[in-house]
C-alpha cells in the first residue's frame, strides 16, 4: 500500500535527520520506486504532507520504535553508500571501529566541515562501529577564541546533516587534569621542559637547529617550573615543550609547545584553568584513552598527526590510523569562520544563520536539504588532493531532490506598471509543475494593467509568459508566433491581490516586490521556484509581507 511506503520512508528520513522528514527527500523515494505516480504528483505530494505532519509530532524515540516495527530493514547498520563507495579502511574490524569527530567551538560548521564529518560518519556506519563528538574546547588563540553558542549549534547540525554520533558528548575542558598527568610523565621521563625564550629566540635557534638554552634543566628543575606556570607565570611568559630532534626537516616540528598559560576566561569553565594543552599534544592523550581506531582529519594537519605518533612512541602506545584529506573549495565562495564570527559579533550579519555565513544553520533556511550535501562531500571520495569546485556542483545535486516538490509562480522584482493598450481580459492558466500536469494549476486573471521587471525596449516585441504578444505597450496577438521573434518575460496583474515579497539573497541582499497571490498560502518551510528566478524557501510570513529565502537557481 502506498500510505505504508509512505510512512517507512517518512520515518526513515525522520530518524536520520533529527526527527523532521523532508517531503521532498519522500516524494523522491516514493517516485524512484513507483515512477507511474508521477501523473499523480499533486495527489501523491497531499498524501505525503499529511503522514509527514503526523511523523513530525512524534519524538525521536518514538519514531525509531515505530520504523523498528514497520520496516527494520531500513535500519540496517550494514546498508552501504548506493551513489559513492568509499574504499576499505586499513586495519578496519567491522564492529571495532571507532572513530572520532573534533570540531573547534568558535562557532557553528559550515559547508566546508560537513565532508570531513560525512566521512567519518559514512564509515562508522559502514563498520558497524562507534563515532565520538569530542568539542575540541581548549582555550584557543585570543584572534580564534570560542563561542559559547557553538556548544549547541555544532551537534544540532550534525544531526541535521543524519551523523549518528554517541549521545555521551566529550568536552576537553572536563579532561585538564588528565592531560597534566601525562605532561608530568614526559616530564619525569626527561621528554619535555619548560622553555623562557621570546619568539625571536625561538624562530632564531630553530633555524640553526640550535638547543634552548632550558633545555637542559633537570626533571626536578622543570617539574618545580611547571608548577610554577599554573601559579606564577604570566601568560607568554613561560610554555612547555616537547623534546624532538633539532634537526628535523621541518622546523615547526622542532621542540613544539604542547602547553602554554592563557588567563582568558573560558565559556565553559570560567577561570578554572590557566594552563592549557595544544591540540597534537591533547589528541595524542584522547586518541588513546578512548580507543580511537582510526583518525580522519585534514591535510592542513599532516604536522599534529606527526607529533601524535611521535607522542605515542615515547609512551609506547598502539598508532591509530591516520586517514588526511583534501580540503574542497566552492568557486567563488569565500568561508572564514573567524570573518564571519566578526560579523555576527558587530551585527553586520543577522546572526549566525545569516546566507554569508555558510554555515549548516544558513544553509538549511535556504532550502538545502542535507541529503544533498551528503550527496556533494561524498562525491569526491577520500581525496588527499585540495578541490576547488562550482558551487553550483552543490547547488545541482539540491536541484535533484527539491525540483519536483516545488510548485512554479510568478515573482516580479522592483515592479514596475505598465499598461497595454487593446489588450483583451483573459484568464491564464499555468502549471503549478510543468512535468506534473495532475498538480493542478493555478490561475491569474488579466486585464489591461501589469507588473514586470523587465526594462521594456522600444520598438521590441514581448510576450506575456502564457498570455499574449505586445510591443510599445500596444496589443499585438494572443498566439505565440515564433515569427515575432517575441523576448518572454513573466508578469503579474495589477490590482489583483498580489503578494508583497522580500528574498533573501546569498549575499545578504534583499529583492523586494510582488508574488502571485496564492502564495499567500504556502506554510513556513515551503519550497518553491519562482519562474525565471530560482527555488525560493518561505522563511517567515509578516503582517504585510512574505519574506522568502533564495536557494538557488
Not at 515512477?35 to 518514538?62: F, M, R, T
Not at 563561542?147 to 544531526?159: H, N, Q, R, S
Amino acid at each position: 500500500m502506498l500510505t505504508d511506503d509512505i510512512l517507512k520512508y517518512a520515518l526513515h528520513n525522520a530518524v536520520k535527520y533529527g526527527g523532521k522528514a523532508s517531503p521532498g527527500a519522500v516524494i523522491g523515494k516514493i517516485f524512484a520506486e513507483h515512477p507511474e505516480l508521477k501523473e499523480k504528483s499533486a495527489e501523491v505530494a497531499k498524501e505525503v504532507n499529511a503522514v509527514i505532519k503526523e511523523v513530525n509530532k512524534a519524538k525521536p524515540d518514538a519514531q525509531l520504535k515505530q520504523l523498528e516495527s514497520l520496516a527494520p530493514e531500513l535500519l540496517e547498520k550494514k546498508e552501504k553508500p548506493k551513489t559513492h563507495e568509499l574504499p576499505e579502511l586499513n586495519n578496519a574490524v567491522d564492529g571495532q571501529v571507532v572513530m572520532r569527530m573534533a570540531p573547534y567551538p568558535s562557532g557553528p560548521l559550515h559547508i566546508g566541515n560537513a565532508r570531513p564529518y560525512l566521512l567519518n560518519d559514512e564509515y562508522a556506519k559502514k563498520y558497524n562501529g562507534k563515532l565520538l563528538l569530542v568539542l575540541d574546547d581548549t582555550i584557543g588563540s585570543e584572534e580564534k577564541n570560542i563561542t559559547k553558542e557553538a556548544y549547541d549549534m555544532i551537534p544540532e547540525g550534525l544531526k541535521w546533516l543524519g551523523v549518528v554520533f554517541d549521545p555521551k558528548l566529550i568536552y576537553k575542558s572536563d579532561r585538564m587534569d588528565i592531560y597534566y598527568k601525562y605532561a608530568e610523565e614526559l616530564i619525569k621521563a626527561g621528554k619535555a621542559y619548560v622553555c623562557f625564550c621570546d619568539s625571536e629566540t625561538l624562530r632564531t635557534n630553530r633555524a640553526e637547529m640550535k638547543i634552548c638554552e632550558h633545555r637542559e634543566a633537570t626533571v626536578e628543575k622543570t617539574m618545580d617550573e611547571w608548577k610554577k606556570m599554573f601559579t606564577e607565570y604570566k601568560e607568554g611568559e613561560a610554555a612547555l615543550r616537547i623534546k624532538t630532534s633539532m634537526d628535523n626537516p621541518n622546523p615547526a616540528f622542532r621542540d613544539r609547545v604542547i602547553f602554554r598559560v592563557c588567563e582568558r576566561e573560558h565559556p565553559r569553565v570560567s577561570n578554572k584553568y590557566r594552563v592549557w594543552p595544544l591540540l597534537d599534544f591533547s589528541w595524542a592523550i584522547d586518541d588513546h584513552l578512548l580507543g580511537i581506531t582510526h583518525v580522519m582529519r585534514g591535510k592542513d594537519l599532516m604536522i599534529e598527526s606527526d607529533m601524535e605518533k611521535y607522542i605515542w612512541d615515547i609512551f609506547g602506545w598502539k598508532h591509530a590510523e591516520l586517514i588526511h584529506i583534501g580540503l574542497v573549495q566552492l568557486e567563488g565562495v569565500k568561508i572564514s569562520k573567524s570573518k564571519a564570527k566578526k560579523e555576527v559579533m558587530s551585527g553586520e550579519f543577522s546572526g549566525w544563520d545569516d546566507p554569508r555565513t555558510w554555515s549548516l544553520q544558513a544553509l538549511r533556511r535556504r532550502g538545502i536539504l542535507p541529503e544533498a550535501i551528503r550527496m556533494f562531500s561524498l562525491s569526491f571520495g577520500v581525496n588527499p588532493n585540495e578541490i576547488t569546485v562550482p558551487v553550483d556542483s552543490l547547488y545541482a545535486e539540491n536541484r535533484k531532490m527539491i525540483d519536483a516538490s516545488s510548485n512554479r509562480y510568478f515573482f516580479v522584482d522592483n515592479p514596475q506598471k505598465i499598461k497595454i493598450a487593446n489588450a483583451p481580459e483573459m484568464d491564464a492558466e499555468l502549471d503549478l509543475h510543468q512535468d506534473f500536469k495532475e498538480r493542478g494549476k493555478r490561475k491569474l486573471h488579466a486585464k489591461q494593467e501589469f507588473y514586470v521587471a523587465d526594462e521594456l525596449k522600444k520598438g521590441k516585441v514581448y510576450r506575456f509568459i502564457h498570455l499574449f504578444n505586445f510591443k510599445d505597450g500596444e496589443f499585438v496577438s494572443k498566439e505565440h508566433d515564433t515569427e515575432l521573434n517575441a523576448q518572454l518575460i513573466h508578469w503579474l496583474p495589477a490590482n489583483e491581490g498580489n503578494a508583497e515579497t522580500e528574498i533573501l539573497m546569498p549575499d545578504g541582499t534583499l529583492k523586494k516586490g510582488l508574488a502571485e497571490k496564492d502564495v499567500k498560502h504556502l506554510k513556513i518551510g515551503d519550497e518553491v521556484q519562482f519562474e525565471r528566478f530560482g527555488f525560493c524557501r518561505l522563511d517567515r510570513k509578516e503582517k504585510d509581507k512574505l519574506v522568502f529565502w533564495y536557494t538557488h537557481r
